[in-house]
């Protein structure tokens, strides 16, 4: 069973160009977490979404950034118009049943965005 | 706003010798506690997690405590060796949301 898996892992781009970011959970994980880590820092929630759903975008950056998690495919972390201060890691994580107490997220190995 | 700390921001210590990591958290009202080792460069591997009606876990070498009265968890690794060398993170999860909330973290240096 293969783990989340994510792509790029590396991610290479200029001021004002596009980012994205693909997010495949777990086999049989239908809900995905998106944090972001940034220098020296802890991981922040930025999203969290079920299939064709957005539950929980407190952590997103107001402008810029949105996700997706469609029907088919993986989830998508969108970033327009990249800043410097947009590079981080970006971590996907993924879980079968969230909020139950005896489970774990399941976390990929992430992107690591640079802006130039 | 749950917040989560972790001291220390680094440790070294010898090959060999016992040691514990520290987290605390602001909000008793959690449902789980895990932590995590991130290596360089690497994802997140879960190491251990607590259920909120749970003491302690144990898995090999480590030993994970919970004190939710105080706002506190312990992470204890038995006989440090040159492999336990990363970053660990303590992460907790409060019902009702399904967010982890993350400490900064502690990054171990284990000297041979």
């Known amino acids: 069973n293969a783990g989340v898996m994510q792509n790029p892992r590396h991610l290479v781009r200029r001021r004002g160009q596009e980012a994205r970011l693909r997010c495949s959970p777990m086999?049989?994980?239908?809900?995905v977490y998106w944090y972001r880590q940034l220098p020296e820092e802890g991981l922040k929630f930025m999203v969290y979404l079920q299939k064709e759903n957005i539950i929980d975008e407190s952590g997103m950056p107001k402008e810029r950034f949105s996700a997706e998690f469609p029907k088919e495919g993986p989830s998508i972390l969108r970033i327009q118009q990249v800043v410097r201060g947009d590079s981080a890691a970006y971590f996907c994580?993924?879980?079968?049943?969230?909020?139950?107490?005896?489970?774990?997220?399941?976390f990929g190995p992430g992107t690591r965005l640079l802006v130039l | 706003k749950q917040e989560v700390t972790q001291i220390p921001a680094a440790l070294s210590v010898p090959e060999g010798e016992n040691l514990v990591l520290n987290c605390s958290f602001t909000d008793s009202a959690i449902y789980n506690l895990q932590w995590f080792r991130q290596d360089p460069g690497k994802g997140l591997t879960s190491l251990l997690l607590i259920q909120s009606s749970q003491r302690e876990q144990t898995s090999g070498r480590l030993n994970a405590s919970l004190d939710k009265s105080s706002g506190r968890s312990t992470l204890y690794i038995a006989a440090s060796q040159p492999g336990d060398s990363a970053t660990y993170l303590c992460?907790?999860?409060?019902?009702?949301?399904?967010?982890?909330?993350f400490g900064t973290g502690t990054r171990l240096t284990i000297i041979p």
């Open positions: 086999k049989g994980h239908s809900h």
């Open positions: 994580a993924s879980s079968p049943r969230p909020g139950q107490i005896q489970e774990t997220q399941y």
């Open positions: 992460a907790v999860g409060a019902f009702g949301n399904e967010k982890l909330t």
